[in-house]
Every structure is written in C-alpha cells, then in structure tokens.
C-alpha cells in the first residue's frame, strides 16, 4: 500500500511538470503576476477576476457575452477567461445568485484583455450557493440537475450540527443512525439498510472529492464544514459505482489568506456538552495558508436503562487539519488530515409488546430494560489523509489528482430482541481500510465546451466478525407474546394458523443459550473512466452528456461456526443447523468480476441569467453484492438498475426569489431489497424484481426585506414494486412501496434579524419539518411503519460586533413529538422486530466568539 501511495505522489508530481505549457512571451495581468503563453489560444481573449465589494473572489458566477455564444463559469478563485471573440465593443454580462447582475462595456483589442468585475449586493439579498455537481464551481441555479446545497451561514441559521437534523430539514434525504460511525443515507427512498453494515449503500458519500464507502467512514457532526451538497438521481457519471439513487457531499473549510477562526461552547439538556474551534494562518502571505479544527460533544441518552447506564446518547472528539500551497500561479496543492473517535452507549433498540421492569410496554416513556446494561455501547475510530494536486493551464483548463488513504476500527455489542431477556445478542468488531486515486482534466474549449475527463481507482478492505449470543425459548417467548405483531405469513420459523397468543412452536424442541461466531472479509477493486460536457449549441441551448465505464473486483471471504452453549433447534429451518444465523462452514471464497456502463444526457435552454429550463435522461446502476445464504451457499445478488427521466427549472424572480423545481420518472430493475421471510437457500438481500416511481419536489426562498428571509421545499413522491415478472409470477414485494419513501413531506420557516443596539441584533429562526405515513421496509409489514408527524425546531440569539460574539438558544422537536426513527433490524429477521423512538426534545444554548 505505502509503494501504491509513494507511486502516485510522484507520477502525480511529475506529470505536473511535464505538463506544464511551454512559455512564450509575457503578459502581466492586474490581478496577479504570471507569464502565460498565446501559443495555441485565440487571438483575442477577455480574463477577469469577480469579487464582491470586500474583494473576496466569487466563484461560479456566470459570464457571457452578449449576442455570442461564449459562457463560462469562475473557476474556485474567482477567475475567468472567455476566449475566441472578435476585436471591437462588447458588453460583459456577469450574474450570481445573491448579486446584482453586472453588465461591462469593453472594448477589445487584440491578445489578453484584462478586467476586474466587482458584483454588489442589492439591499435585500439571496444567500450564494455555489455547489460542484459537474465538478467545477457553478452557481446552483446554473446547474441543470436537481441539487440542494446546505451552506455553513445557513446550517448556523437552523442551528443544525449533526447529520439527523439537516435531513429533516431535506424532504428527499433520509438518515438511519445506528451508533457510533455507523450511519446511512437514502434519497428518494429505497435501499434502506436498517442497520445492517453488510448492505452496501445506493447513495454516495463524499468528503473533499473523496469517496466514503464505509458507513464507519461518515462524519457523524458537522464541524468547520464550508457546505454540504445533495445531488438527486442517477449520478453514476461523475459520482461512482454507489451513486444509484444520488450522492451528498461534505466540503469543509479550505485553509485562506486571512488570520482568524472561531470557539463555539455549548451546552443543553441530557447533559449535553460540546466545544469546537477553528484557526486559519496564513504563514506566507499568498503562498502557504494552515487551518486547524476540532470539536468535542458528549450527551447522555436519552432512553434510560433499567440494567444501568443511558441508551442512544453521543460521544465525538474529532479534529481535522489542513494545508494549502501556492508554490506559483498555476499549482496549488491542498493536504487534509483527519481524525475521529466516537464512543456511544447502545442504541435503544425497543420491543414495543414486552413491557420493561416498571412494567411498562410504551416505545415514548423514557425507559427501557435491555439485559446488559452498560455494556451495551459502540466504539470507532478513524483516520485518514489526502492530497489533492492541481495545475492550472489557464483558468477552466486544468489537471488534478486526488490521492486519499483511509483507516476505521469500530465495534459494538447491541441488543436485538429489545427485552430484558438474554434472547437475541450481538457483538460485533470491523477494520476497514481504503486507498483513492483519480486524476480528472477539466477543460473548456472555445468558451462553450466545458466538462472534465478522467480515470480513478478504488481499493477497499474490509475485515468483520460477529458473535451471536441467542436462546431459542426465550425467542420462543417473545413470539408468543400477547399482542405480538408476528403473523403466520411473517415468521421464518413453522407456527400455528391460530392467533400466536396459542404457543406458536409448541412441536419444536426449543433449546436454550447458544453462541455462534461469523467472520468475513470483503474486498473491493474497482476502476473508473467518466466523461461529461456541456455544449452550447446556441445562445440558448445547451446539451450535456455523460458516460462512464467501470471495472470491479469483488471478493467475500466467509466463514462460521458454532462456539458454545447448546445447539439452536430453530436454526433447523433455515438449514443453518446447529447454528441459528448461518450453518457452520469452513472459509469460503466468492470473486466476482464485472465491467459496466452508465450513462446520462440532457438538455437546458437557458432564457436568461435568471431562468433555467432542463431535461435529462440517465441510466444508474449499483453493482453485484456478493453473500451467503443461511445454509452457507454462496449467492450474487444482481446489478440493480434504474432508468431516469428528469425536467425542472430554476429562476431568481426580482434578485429576492429562487424558485427551484423538478420532476422524475424511473424505472427500477432488478431492485436489491432486504429480505425479511427467511428460507432455506436465501440470503439478506435479494433482487425482487422491477418498481416504478416517480415525484416532484420544489424550493423557495425569499429575501422579503433586509433582515428576513423565507424558506421552504415540498416534496411529494409515489413508488411501488410491479405485481408480475414476464413469467406471470407475481415479485416477492408485489403492490408494495419504497422503504423511507413518504407520499408527501416539506420543511418551512423563515430567518429574521432586528438591529435593538448600534452593535447588538437579535435573530431567531424556527422552521417546521413534517412527513407523511411511510414504511420502514420493502415489505410494508404492518406495525412497521411511521405514521403522519412533524417536528417544530427554533434557533435564536443576539449577535454582537464589538466582540465578535454569538449567544444562541436552540431548540428540537420542540412539541415534544412521538415518533420513531427507525424499525425492524436484526431482531425482524427472527420475528422480534424492534423499533428505535425519534430524538425528544433537545435544547440548549451555544456561545460563539468569533476573531
């Protein structure tokens, strides 16, 4: 692995060097001093810097020529170049969302001209969103896809700090936490894991252009972050293999010319406490900048246990350091380091049909009896490095490598029945590792090509193992609970057709303690081509296309066998005998293989600088997942595939409104589900056949007059899995919906600011999140499910100027809603589904002095 790394540096070094232009003659521009050649460009070119009126560069405003067909885009310094114009008066148009339109005269001569542009705010304002979708800095509205950017101004608004709460303020994204770096997302519904690490995700997560597979990978707080980006739909192309159903990415804040940073100390109910900090130096003015930042919160949790200690607390020291180099104008090198480490008691996983030791049996009360106690909880730790290397040609045409090595260790031990019966146990421990390498060439070519070419490599390995700790008559017991939700036609193991209330294994010769252990190794290898451009055809119009090709290597090492106690009788009826989960079998070794393609285009007709009309088609695909069923057989579960039609449009009304809507049609093949009917020969996951859906979602926010801001998005989304297949057979989950998938759901509120001293404001921002009835499975299981509910959050304070210092008061779910936040789990795969209750009210008051 070090040789893998230390090969990749120095190729990334040298072809730097060796493709660098070669120079002849000089010109000097105003807003930087560089030697820049016309061999190979047009005779006539327009270079410019956008700033606004403090002089900070803007980038991804917009800028074209009127009457011509030449836009393009600043580039991440604010710098633009528009090239193959004719000599003679043109006039500049440049526009952003949260500035004036600016229009220039200019009166072009022959070789470089050279303009600074400076973009003013209106009295009443859009904050900026600037996101990198197409890889290259646009503003949001230019973006002809649907995409939704979370800047740091705005998460500060909402008071948001961790991944649960900036998902319900995003109707489409969904997110299941399950301890400590254990965390999954999902768009649009679909593939959800409900815990269970083994699933490989449909949404992929990124971190400063790099990939993060792993759940136990996650940033689990959002800390010192510059924005988060969430692309909806196939985004295959430019987003890789898991990229099925879309992809979020995490961009922190880079190190910058400015001396400063902030503390923040908070504190709040649960005895929650966190502090975090954030420096940035400039050790050589325009040459090498620094940047550290870390942060430290712990809660108690908030369902207490019977057996000791809390359940669904927090625990996260994190902290991240960051380098960038300006050895000359056109390099620039970025180091970044990470570090995490998160310790979190278990999480309450609840049986709503066993009362606990005060005897209660309500999911909402606060209390929960899960027989080990203190034990219970979640460990993990990561690191991780990576180096990103640019070289500039000129302004859009450049080279970067991104080179990343990432390392976790995690383990758990959890409770799956949700009693205080010792009936179904798990302990489990993790490593996993990973290396990233891609270089990407993003080009422009006469003002009205842009896109990006390139290639990547991806190695993963992972290492698991699992104990298994069960009782067959107490899982026996728990099923014949009064009440117990479990259905003849639910349950993997052989019942009577009589209510469960009758003993529902009263033939079987149930036995009691066992243990059984499973290890596996997973490793992955995959390397990737993309290409993806957009042509301007005309003043107009604009065409995109997209394609990508990928090459993987899967392989799953597996083994298991029975370690203790006496043998499971019920493991017999999924050939897993004498085990309960999976039959004994020495190391097994599955390899799969595969090369595939995805693809996408799409067009905009672009009216104005204010208005965006778009449609595209993609094809997204989520590779094989390699398994082994109950009785030890090795499986592949096939690609799933999804075919995409998309339209939309984005305008800004009157500089004070950003309209933002779109609407989808997919169609899903070969839709990997998990399965939650147990047999012999089967396996956690399966491919059920074909599913259709389709939905619209809308955005809005209004700068209403200088201090308050209104926001708001609506989403409404049907799915459902196809009764028959082609042989008349009807698919395993026929009729049925997308799990996390609610018909209707939005988020408003508004942001208002009051001047009450010269150097005192008072700002409060409360917005409202609901959702519709949604399923936590595939299967629809009644009982598992979330009806209708909505959660009320504020976040509110003073600001002052002389210090620089924030109080805030923040609250969630302030109406104290009930609600749950996740079901079914290990436990469901046995019939003892349990339920995890959504966060109660959380409030508390943050201090922040920023210098």
Known sequence: MKRIIIFSLLFAIYFGAVAQPKKRGRVKRKYRNVEQVSQGLPQVVFRGLVRDAARNPIPGASVEIDGLTNLVHSNEFGQFMV???????????????????????????????????????????????????????????????????????????????????????????????????????????????????????????????????????????????????????????????????????????KPNNKAGGYIRLGAGNFQNKEVQAAYNYPVIKDVLFVRAAGIYRDRKGYVDNTFGGTLSGKNVLGGRFSVRFLPAWNHKIDLQMNYRK?????????????????????????????????????????????????LFRDEHNYWTSVTSFRKSNSSSSQDFDGTSMPALDMDREAENSSFFQEIRYNFVRASRTNGS??????????????????????????????????????????????????????????????????????????????????????????????????????????????????????????????????????????????????????ATFRWTENFNFYMNIARGRKPEFLQYSWDGKPLVVGAEKVYSGETGLKAIIMKRIFLNANGFYRRHFNVQTLQWLGAEGTGLLAANGKAT?????????????????????????????????VDGKDYLYAGKNFSLAP????????SARVNIARTVQLFATPWYAWKSHYWFTEANIPGLDQPAFGILNANLGFEMSEPNLVLSVYGTNLLEQKYISSAGHWGAQFGLPTFIPGSPRIVGMRVTWNF
């Open 342 to 390: 998160s310790s979190e008691p278990g999480i309450g996983f609840l049986n709503r049909w066993i009362p606990n030791e005060d005897g209660d049996t309500g999911l909402f009360n606060g209390r929960a009896s899960l027989n080990r106690g203190k034990e219970l909880g979640s460990e993990a730790e990561m690191l991780d490095a990576a180096l990103t290397y640019r």
């Open 453 to 602: 070419i390139g290639v990547n490599y991806f190695q993963e390995n992972g290492n698991a193992s699992q104990m298994l700790f069960s009782n067959d008559s107490l899982i026996s017991r728990i099923l014949s609970a009064s009440g117990n939700f479990q259905v003849p036609e639910q349950s993997r193991f052989p019942v009577f057709p009589q209510s469960l209330d009758s003993n529902p294994m009263g033939s079987v010769p149930l036995t009691g303690e066992h243990i059984e252990a499973t290890a596996g190794e997973r490793k992955t290898q995959t390397a990737r081509a993309f290409l993806h451009y957009t042509y301007q055809w005309r003043k107009r119009v604009f065409f995109t296309l997209g394609a990508s090709a990928v090459y993987d290597r899967l392989q799953l090492l597996h083994e298991s066998e029975f370690t203790g106690g006496e043998p499971s009788a019920l493991g017999a009826f999924l050939g897993a005998s004498p085990n309960l989960l999976y039959a004994p079998t020495e190391q097994q070794k599955l390899t799969k293989n595969s090369l595939s393609f995805t693809g996408q285009a799409g």
């Open 693 to 725: 859906s389709y939905g619209a979602e809308t955005s809005l926010r209004v700068a209403v007059i200088p201090g308050l801001d209104l926001f708001g998005n609506y989403a409404w989304m049907q799915s459902a899995f196809d009764s028959t297949g």
């Open 83 to 253: 090239s193959d114009l004719p000599t003679g008066r043109l006039r500049l148009r440049v526009s952003c969302l949260g500035y004036q339109t600016k229009t220039v005269d200019y009166v072009l001569q022959t070789g470089y001209n050279d303009h600074y542009i400076a973009l003013n705010r209106g009295p009443v304002s859009l904050e900026t969103e600037i996101a990198t979708a197409q890889k290259r800095e646009q503003q949001i509205s230019d973006i002809p896809t649907a995409v939704s950017v979370f800047t740091n101004s705005f998460s500060d608004k909402l008071g948001i700090s961790d991944l649960s709460e900036l998902a319900v303020s995003e109707p489409a994204l969904s997110v299941e936490s399950f301890g400590a770096g254990n965390s999954v997302f999902s768009l649009w519904g679909g593939n959800a894991n409900s815990g269970f690490p083994e699933v490989s995700p449909a949404v992929a997560v990124f971190a400063d252009n790099v990939p993060l597979s792993q759940r136990s990978f996650l940033p689990s707080e959002l800390f010192d972050i510059e924005r988060v980006e969430v692309v909806k739909g196939p985004q295959n192309v430019l987003f890789g293999r898991e990229a099925l159903n879309g992809a979020v990415h995490f961009i922190s804040k």
């Open 743 to 750: 018909e209707h759901s939005f988020s408003a509120g508004f």
